[in-house]
């Protein structure tokens, strides 16, 4: 199971960066899948399961899965974010995913990565810009080098029309991954709106 959730988490990062991805991803599920088979009533088994079922956008199994990891233990903060990731795919059940993700952040009120995906799939879908923004300050004051949370509040500025904001955001994103594709040209939009 640990196996599989570094190979998911690793595999996400692969992603992010442009980098070839799919064969972590593939060896994230079997060793998950290993895991399952070995103890199906291990709740971090179903967790590691669904974080793969997850990278690969399968988001029916991530739900399924995640449930599994809750019924087994309803305190995986982990498997509550799962879930609520999982709530923000089409159709997206955005209240769902809100109690998803502030359940999984009362169970760790650390987890910038909740923080981070309930300010982008909940807060700005809203258009609650300036809840997201905070939801994005919180993600960067757990995790100061979180490029996600750098290039989210860097969206949040964009939108509020916040340009100056955003563009030291962005900026601050690609010092720490220079190939991320999003704040790249987030930033070259927002320096044409400020005229630069």
């Given amino acids: 199971a640990g196996i599989g959730d570094a190979l ?42 669904a974080h ?34 999982a709530a923000t795919t089409v159709p997206a059940d955005l209240d769902r995913a809100e109690i998803c993700y502030n359940h999984a952040l009362r169970l760790d009120s650390r987890y910038a990565m909740a923080y981070n995906s309930l300010g982008w799939y909940v807060y700005l879908e809203r258009k609650w810009y300036d809840k997201a923004a905070e939801a994005f300050q919180r993600a960067i004051q757990i995790s100061p080098d979180f490029t996600e949370a750098h290039d989210s509040l860097g969206e949040a500025y964009f939108r509020m029309g916040r340009y100056e904001e ?23 939009e927002t320096m044409k709106k400020i005229g630069k």
């Fill in 52 to 85: 793969a079922h997850n990278n690969a956008f399968n988001f029916q199994e991530t739900r399924r899965e995640a449930e599994k990891a809750l019924a087994l233990n309803p305190n995986d903060a982990e498997a509550w974010y799962l879930l609520g990731q």
């Fill in 8 to 49: 998911a988490t690793l595999s996400y990062s692969r992603r992010k960066a442009g980098e070839s991805y799919e064969g972590l991803l593939r060896q994230a599920r079997e060793a998950a899948e290993k895991a399952v088979a070995l103890n199906p009533a291990s709740s971090e088994a179903h967790r590691a399961l």
């Fill in 166 to 188: 955003a563009a030291a955001a962005f900026k601050k994103a690609l010092g720490l991954q220079p190939s991320h594709k999003h704040a790249g040209q987030r930033y070259q």
